[in-house]
């Protein structure tokens, strides 16, 4: 049956809940058939008969391909000229400008007097504190120059009496501090005995002892968690968090370290295996551009899996993930800063010259043979090599190509806590 859309037209894309200009006949049938069910007359008696014929019209229409493009190109009509009656009605354009100035004024009169209200509110508030706090301070500056008054009395009959005794009581007192382990007591006590036998030289010994006697109790904890150390190690430095260790040894992970440093505040140990464990290349790639370096290198690869992974698991547990500072130098001069994070890495050339006291400390031997060469981390970024250390403990600057072969000698930190 034809639908009479012509007469009195209906929107049968709202009446089967479709989009406009729905052509999927599926979707049509599924819609017609689900609210058929809803608009059934044994369901809704009282509207139930409207309904389903009107959804029995827009089926109708809409299920076959020549009324529904007849119906689309009425639909379209009827929407175009709705759409134009609307634009061209001056009265209604008229009445939705007034409304909507009436509604920006109205806005505009409700913000200007929320502004008056909060603008007088925090004008009284603020009156309100600024008096509030005149008289606080008047009450502290009469309770403080009453204070003042009593203190300077109390201060004057306190310096005559106690002028003399003062400094050698201080003296005592920083001695028992000392031998109490109270190192920031006894540095004060020191200080404050003045000119006192030696007491400012004493003040300023403070700090060493107390950093020697922590990396003491560090070294001390590592042993009695079971690890083998020397018995011959020398403790020096330790005006910073940094103390420097000489001729210490420990037995760590199977194999043998020696102890550079001892980090008083972060509570750990440097250390480097005493021999070259292997001769290795640098960075074994065929190919190297200039941004190659320590962080693209194959052997700090190795030294982060293959190397690492052959510690005892309770070993690695006290290996910490060090970050370091690097360059890439052009002969003397730094040219390009980086940073890499490590478990296990080779010392850099500053290291090199400060963890060891000559170039005979950093001679080092191959596992089961003689003298040999070790690297560093640190490379010059014009020739794409890296520094070493050579055979008679000399820092060659110059370094070698990557694909050279030289020794290996892992560093790492580990945890004393």
């Known amino acids: 049956m034809a639908a009479q859309y012509t007469t009195k037209w209906k929107d049968y894309y709202a009446i089967l809940k479709l989009p406009c200009g729905c052509e999927d006949v599926a979707r049509i049938r599924a819609n017609y058939k689900r609210l058929m069910q809803l608009v059934h007359p044994d369901v809704n008696?009282?509207?139930?008969?409207?309904?389903?014929?009107?959804?029995?019209?827009?089926?109708?229409?809409?299920?076959?391909?020549?009324?529904?493009?007849?119906y689309w190109?009425?639909?379209?009509?009827?929407?175009?000229?709705?759409?134009?009656?609307?634009?061209?009605?001056?009265?209604?354009?008229?009445?939705?400008?007034?409304?909507?100035?009436?509604?920006?004024?109205?806005?505009?009169?409700?913000?200007?007097?929320?502004?008056?209200?909060?603008?007088?509110?925090?004008?009284?508030?603020?009156?309100?504190?600024?008096?509030?706090?005149?008289?606080?301070?008047?009450?502290?500056?009469?309770?403080?120059?009453l204070a003042f008054v009593a203190l300077l009395l109390i201060s004057g009959v306190y310096y005559i009496f106690d002028q003399a005794q003062a400094p050698r009581r201080y003296y005592q007192r920083a001695e028992e501090m000392l031998a109490a382990g109270d190192y920031d007591s006894a540095a004060s006590f020191f200080r404050s005995a003045g000119d006192y036998l030696d007491a400012q030289e004493r003040s300023e010994q403070v700090p060493f002892i107390r950093n020697i006697s922590r990396a003491e109790t560090l070294l001390e904890n590592l042993r009695l968690d079971g690890y083998v150390i020397s018995s011959g190690?020398?403790?020096s430095g330790g005006y910073g968090w940094s103390v420097a260790v000489a001729d210490g040894y420990i037995e760590f992970a199977g194999y043998p370290w020696?102890?550079?440093?001892?980090?008083?505040?972060?509570?750990?140990?440097?250390?480097?295996?005493?021999?070259?464990?292997?001769?290795?290349?640098?960075?074994?790639?065929?190919?190297?551009?200039?941004s190659d370096d320590?962080?693209?290198?194959?052997?700090?690869?190795?030294?982060?899996?293959?190397?690492?992974?052959?510690?005892?698991?309770?070993?690695?547990?006290?290996?910490?993930?060090?970050?370091?500072q690097n360059w890439s130098t052009v002969g003397d001069i730094a040219v390009r800063r980086y940073e890499t994070t490590d478990f296990v890495f080779l010392l850099s050339e500053q290291e090199a010259s400060t963890h060891f006291s000559n170039e005979n400390d950093r001679v080092a031997n191959i596992s089961g043979g003689g003298r040999t060469t070790w690297w560093l981390r640190s490379v010059t970024y014009d020739t794409l090599s890296a520094l070493y250390v050579s055979d008679n403990g000399e820092i060659i600057l110059n370094g070698e190509p990557y694909a050279s072969s030289r020794g290996v000698r892992p560093a790492i930190w580990i945890s004393l806590g």
């Open 294 to 324: 320590w962080s693209t290198s194959t052997l700090r690869v190795y030294l982060n899996s293959g190397f690492y992974q052959t510690l005892a698991e309770n070993d690695r547990e006290r290996v910490l993930y060090q970050r370091s």
């Open 233 to 235: 190690y020398t403790l």
């Open 73 to 145: 190109r009425y639909y379209q009509h009827r929407r175009a000229e709705v759409k134009k009656r609307k634009h061209n009605d001056p009265m209604r354009r008229q009445w939705e400008e007034a409304t909507k100035r009436a509604e920006e004024a109205r806005q505009a009169y409700e913000q200007a007097e929320e502004r008056i209200r909060e603008e007088q509110q925090w004008k009284e508030e603020a009156e309100q504190q600024a008096e509030q706090q005149q008289k606080r301070v008047m009450r502290k500056i009469k309770l403080i120059l």
């Open 45 to 70: 008696p009282e509207l139930g008969e409207t309904e389903a014929k009107n959804l029995n019209e827009a089926h109708d229409c809409l299920i076959d391909p020549i009324q529904r493009a007849t």
């Open 258 to 290: 020696r102890i550079l440093e001892i980090d008083t505040i972060g509570s750990r140990a440097l250390l480097i295996t005493t021999e070259v464990l292997s001769l290795a290349q640098f960075d074994s790639r065929s190919h190297h551009s200039d």
